[in-house]
């Protein structure tokens, strides 16, 4: 998918280039609460409740290695045309897309 790999790499630039460290810094901590619920209610609907797949990709850290949360937070927000993943910035903002990510490749919230 060439368009798709273009877009993921044109949204990778623009975070990087809107210094994306800080994203995730100052997102109140009752919000963080709602987006672990989203997270886990919302994305698990598709990636099932304990992230090892369904009609989404499996979000397990042995799959998610290798992945860099800017890219995933672009996913996130702008989602994967032809397939299930909707776009989640109606409702998410960058750093709160990007705080999604790093909650994801942070093991400890893993079995």
């Known amino acids: 998918m060439p368009d798709l790999r273009a877009r993921l790499v044109g949204g990778f630039i623009s975070l ?3 210094g994306s460290g ?3 810094e100052g997102i109140p901590e009752a919000r963080t609460a709602e987006l672990e619920h989203m997270l886990i209610q919302d994305c698990g609907s598709c990636h099932g ?3 090892k797949g369904g009609l989404g990709s499996p979000l397990t850290p042995d799959a998610l290695d ?3 949360a800017d890219t995933l937070a672009y996913i996130i927000l702008e989602g994967v045309p032809g397939t299930a993943m ?3 910035r109606p409702l998410l903002s960058e750093s709160e ?3 999604i990510a790093q ?3 942070k093991s400890e919230h893993q079995e």
């Open 16 to 18: 990087i280039a809107l």
């Open 22 to 24: 800080a994203f995730a």
């Open 49 to 51: 409740l304990t992230m």
């Open 66 to 68: 290798g992945a860099d």
């Open 86 to 88: 909707p776009s989640w």
């Open 97 to 99: 897309a990007l705080w």
């Open 103 to 105: 909650y994801l490749l």
